[in-house]
């Protein structure tokens, strides 16, 4: 069998309803609810399942709700393809899906990675209601071009830069409203296909979310984690990383980094990953994929 790489989704990806196959038909997929029920303090299934849609979209409850699904989606692989699983060489996550793809790879079990991301979550949350700010994605337009744009448009006192390399034509930028405002109509002067403004709160891998360090450095500093026991590619740089220490201080540095995702994805090619399996809520990974290197299998498991 093909080695194989999985890959997790970001936030961006939940919707109402996700989950609901898993929850309804796969025992140990409720058991990763009831448990997160215990460890949140409120019913994360209901939650996805019912919304509303404003309060899953809110970064305190995205983030958990997609650590729990995508991992609910793994249980479905593991007991319907445990051959796929065992192939599995190494593994990605965008953004706060590198939670779940540690967790698989265990650098930390599961009640240690929900809390660290309910507190990531809350963190980040805290951050971006000190500032207005977004992100906005860019396609069409190379990733450079992009960057020289932010130069551009940026005013004194502001943030603005690329927050994800995701493929080639696709750049997310970030930082303050009214600066990704003027970004986005420039970038269209400039050709771009389009841009599109995120739902997320804030001005996700800036430095404007340095004050969410401090209170995920406390808990993952406090958390036990232990060596991955296959290689997990690191946002920041897009290496792989196995030691507990090393990952510790990436996580902290993600917040306020680029998000190197086609870096990532061209280092495992490189490395022997032969396939892929995006596991979780929505195709969006599988899509990148196929603009980085059109060859190259990506099945989803999707919910």
Excluded at 118 to 146: I, N
Excluded at 181 to 209: I, Y
Excluded at 253 to 280: K, N, T
């Amino acid at each position: 069998m093909k080695r194989v790489g999985f890959l997790f989704p970001g936030q961006g990806a939940q919707f109402v309803g996700m989950g609901r196959v898993l929850v309804e038909s796969l025992p140990q997929a409720r058991q990763l609810f009831d448990q997160a029920r215990e460890i949140l303090g409120y019913d994360l299934a209901q939650l996805c399942l019912e919304g509303p849609s404003d309060k899953l979209d809110s970064t305190v409850h995205s983030q958990p709700a997609l650590f729990v699904t995508s991992l609910a989606a793994l249980e479905f692989l593991r007991v319907n393809r445990p051959d796929y699983v065992a192939a599995c060489g190494a593994v990605a996550g965008l953004s706060l899906g590198e939670f779940t793809a540690l967790t698989v790879a265990g650098v930390m079990d599961f009640a240690t990675g929900l809390r660290i991301v309910q507190r990531r979550g809350e963190a980040m949350q805290r951050a971006a209601d000190m500032r207005p700010s977004g992100m906005v994605s860019v396609l069409g337009l190379p990733a450079e071009q992009v960057e020289q744009l932010c130069q551009e448009v940026v005013q004194p006192g502001e943030v603005l830069r690329v927050a994800n390399y995701l493929c080639p034509g696709n750049t997310v930028v970030s930082g303050d409203r009214a600066a990704c405002q003027r970004l986005a109509e420039a970038a269209v002067a400039k050709g771009a296909m389009r841009t599109v403004p995120l739902a997320v709160a804030g001005a996700f891998h800036t430095e404007l979310m340095a004050p969410a360090m401090e209170g995920l450095r406390q808990v993952l500093e406090s958390a036990e984690l232990r060596p991955a026991r296959i290689p997990v590619y690191a946002n920041v740089d897009a290496q792989p990383h196995q030691d507990p220490e090393e990952i510790r201080q990436l996580l902290i540095r993600q917040l306020v980094s680029p998000v190197r995702w086609e870096a990532s994805m061209r280092r495992m090619l490189a490395d022997g990953i032969e396939a892929f399996h995006e596991i979780g809520p929505g195709r969006v990974l599988s899509g990148l994929l196929k603009r980085i290197d059109r060859k190259i299998g990506c099945e989803t498991i999707a919910c």
